[in-house]
RNA sequence: GGUACCUUGGCCGAGUGGCUAGGCACCGGUCUGCAAAACCGAUUACGGCGGUUCGAAUCCGCCAGGUACCUCCA
């Protein structure tokens, strides 16, 4: 930890540098997936953001606990507060139990997040299983004002709030204009102003998710769990609260008021919003039909997609733009991505196999510092990643016998490289290079380049090139090195 | 309509006042039986106009275009 991590917080609008409230644990909340649909592309982006930054902060040795929750119930279809839960629409279509839909989805997901290497929370918690932590919350809310009760449904009262409080500070917005002018026309509502969200709703006959409480036999409102799962498991305050931007409103500015309404105090010190991902321009999302899903970009099915591409280049497309800028998924982006991610790793598997000599005629110094100061401005991967590429150079041209490395500074570079790469930006080595191959497998294929090597000593093309035609038709890498062969599958 | 943000070379994408980001593609060369990979070299930038400054992609203003949030969305 050569300098202090500086993140960039939603809240105040600038970067701050990171002070956790515990002298070295870290607290973090991040708002994990409704699980009614398959993960799409948007959905790896703050699960790879995140993961780097629990990655990043363990490995700077803080002790993380890490909350991602599951919202399986109460996240409704429309409004806020009138359509159907998203979970039980489902379920009613699928004709199943909600929580068999919940399951399939949750297994589906965790699925996908392991193929993209984002390392499983601390604490996982689904919405459905604290419902006695979100009544309590609300009792607290009611209890001290700031919510009332409306045909057995509980809903928070944003206008007296805001006379005291900022209803908006987080997301920049001014709520007095919607106060004054949007009240409902057709007088319909059980809310007293249509800005007010709902803390608990009376669940209608056929409603199936419901349990008991106070009010009525009824849900949690979607905004309810994270308050009171982070709350549960981080405490009254805790460092850092992260997800989508396009949750801050009203999303988050409603757990920074039921914080406030129930505790009497925010809850969060840094808020971090990762941006979203877009198709053509325009943001990848379920209202707007146009997202694909993270199966059908590693089996490549899908029509907007020429190829597929697998889930580490998934990874390191992500982390090749800041998490704070709009990234536009393209076919050729992506290509690019699998590109350089196959320079960054060709790169890696051959410093594993070079060896030192006694002196270095390049200069490797510097590279953890840079990469380091990097990661602290604000997890700059990109910046991370062009040094490493910087050291590729370096490394390719030791292999080629064009330079050479001592000892020290050999040792130095695998660190460096394991520690970024791997441990870091979370990018494995190819689970199906020569590296990593079973032995029986491994000699297998050894033996037939072997056989091709003594064919080419014996100019005897045709068998040499028979050779490497095969094991390409089956889907084998093979390049040749000064002084033999690499290989690896690549389907 | 309100609020915020964005516009960098063929493509992606860093960079917030002076110093070649990086990757992909393309072109020339080296190496190689061929191919791939690798290495060397070349080329292509900061939406437009004006201002501040010794100096602006970077700060300020105006204009043009685009996006996000304001309803569910990562």
């Given at each position: 930890m050569q300098n202090d991590l500086v993140l960039y917080n939603t809240l105040h609008r600038k970067k701050e540098v990171f002070k956790p409230i515990h002298e070295g644990r870290v607290g973090l909340y991040v708002c994990g997936p409704t699980v009614y649909g398959d993960a799409h592309l948007g959905h790896a982006r703050p699960a790879i953001t995140f993961d780097l930054l629990f990655r990043y902060l363990t490995k700077i040795g803080y002790k993380v606990r890490y909350v991602r929750n599951i919202t399986d119930v109460g996240h409704l279809e429309n409004d806020a507060d009138e359509g159907e839960d998203k979970i039980a629409k489902k379920a009613r279509l699928e004709q199943l139990e909600p929580m068999e839909v919940v399951q399939y989805y949750v297994n589906r997901y965790h699925q996908a997040m392991e193929a993209l290497h984002v390392l499983p929370p601390s604490i996982e918690p689904h919405a459905s299983g604290h419902i006695i932590e979100q009544i309590e919350f609300v009792k607290k809310i009611v209890t001290n004002g700031w919510a009332y009760e409306s045909e057995g449904s509980v809903y928070f009262d944003v206008e007296k709030y805001n006379k005291s409080h900022h209803y908006g500070k987080l997301s920049g917005r001014n709520i007095d204009e919607l106060l004054s002018?949007?009240?409902?026309?057709?007088?319909?509502?059980?809310?007293?102003?249509?800005?007010d969200f709902a803390l608990w709703k009376k669940a209608s006959?056929?409603?199936?998710m419901r349990w008991p409480s106070p009010w009525s036999d009824g849900f949690p409102g979607w905004h309810l769990e994270c308050s009171a799962m982070g709350t549960r498991y981080l405490g009254e305050e805790f460092d850092i609260h992260g997800g989508g931007m396009d949750l801050m409103f009203p999303h988050h500015e409603c757990e920074i008021a039921q914080s406030v309404g129930a505790?009497?105090?925010?809850?969060?010190?840094t808020w971090m919003h990762n941006n979203m991902i877009t198709i053509n321009g325009q943001k990848m999302g379920k209202s707007l039909g146009n997202f694909i899903t993270l199966e059908e970009f590693f089996e490549g099915n899908?029509?907007?997609?020429?190829q597929a591409y697998s889930p580490m280049t998934i990874r390191f497309f992500i982390l090749q733009?800041?998490?704070?800028s709009t990234v536009d998924f393209s076919n050729e982006a992506l290509q690019a991505s699998e590109k350089g991610l196959e320079r960054l790793m060709g790169a890696y598997a051959r410093l594993l196999k070079i060896g030192a000599s006694s002196n270095s005629s390049i200069d490797t110094k510097g590279i953890r510092e840079r990469c380091f100061e990097a990661m602290n401005d604000d997890l700059n991967s990109p910046i991370v990643i062009s040094h490493l590429f910087d050291a590729c150079k370096s490394i390719n041209m030791i292999s080629d016998g064009k330079a050479t490395i001592n000892a020290e500074d050999l040792k130095e570079l695998k660190e460096v490289f394991e520690l970024f790469i791997q441990d870091i930006l979370g990018l494995g080595l190819d689970e199906k290079t020569s590296q990593s191959a079973g032995e029986g497998y491994k000699g297998a294929i050894n033996l037939l380049l072997d056989m091709r090597m003594d064919a080419k000593v014996n100019k005897d093309w045709a068998t040499s090139d028979k050779i490497r035609n095969e094991l390409t038709a089956l889907g084998f890498e093979i390049k040749d090195t000064k002084d033999g062969y690499e290989w690896k599958l690549v389907k």
């Open positions: 002018t949007g009240r409902e026309l057709d007088g319909q509502s059980e809310k007293r102003n249509n800005v006959p056929e409603h199936i505790l009497g105090h925010e809850t969060v010190h899908h029509q907007a997609l020429t733009a800041h998490y704070r």
